[in-house]
């Protein structure tokens, strides 16, 4: 509930962004049913106003989703998935589909089921593409996104995830404090010199392999 909340101010902004870009209803709808990607979406309505080429926008969002090659990655391992079940949990992925899967799917009797990320990926989808058509269809009526406030707010919902994560009651020792710790202060290093999309691409891997490490070294300890 607290994400599909978050979501809507989220998606707003985004409608207001595109129209603002010179999108029709029709066009920025369509991005949302197709796309289904907040970060690239934004990206690609203020690059379509900046008048980039196609070349750049596409360059920029392969760039911002691929993250979403890490979520694969990790979401194989406690879910297997036929091919089809893969293709379609594909589509609808999102960062917060993901972390949802991830927090509350492994509490689930029998754990995290394939049910249970198409369920949360498509009250996302519906929550997301119902607020891009009213925010669409209210236009210029609305504040602009800046005024909306919307940078603070998907970094919280994060937080609300990642938190039960490093120090909830299942979790032993400090070692995901100190992973987390780590890849936030990179991913801040990293982002004073090379893109978004990358920043998270690399400091995801870094702390995976940083995580990987410290388990190894305290294994050998044991």
Do not use: C, K
Request: proline share 5%; no cysteine.
């Amino acid at each position: 509930m607290p994400l599909w909340l978050g979501m809507v101010p989220f998606a707003v902004a985004y409608a207001v962004t595109a129209r603002g870009a010179g999108l029709s209803v029709w066009e920025t709808q369509l991005m949302s049913l197709t796309v289904f990607a907040g970060a690239s979406q934004f990206a690609a309505a203020g690059l379509f106003a900046g008048g980039a080429s196609m070349l750049g926008i596409v360059s920029t969002t392969f760039l911002l989703n691929a993250r979403h090659l890490l979520y694969g990655l990790s979401l194989s391992r406690s879910l297997p998935l036929s091919r089809a079940q893969r293709l379609l949990g594909a589509q609808f992925l999102t960062d917060e589909a993901y972390g949802v899967a991830l927090v509350s799917g492994s509490r689930e009797p029998g754990g995290l089921s394939f049910g249970y990320l198409l369920g949360a990926e498509l009250s996302l989808y519906a929550i997301w593409n119902a607020s891009t058509l009213a925010g669409a269809l209210a236009g210029s009526a609305l504040p602009s996104p800046e005024a909306l406030g919307v940078g603070v707010i998907f970094p919280l919902a994060f937080l609300m995830l990642l938190v039960p994560l490093v120090v909830g009651p299942q979790v032993i020792g400090r070692l995901p404090v100190v992973v987390a710790l780590a890849s936030g202060l990179g991913a801040w290093g990293l982002s004073q010199v090379v893109p978004g999309g990358l920043v998270i691409l690399l400091s995801g891997v870094g702390g995976a392999l940083l995580g990987a490490a410290l388990v190894g070294r305290q294994g050998e300890g044991a």
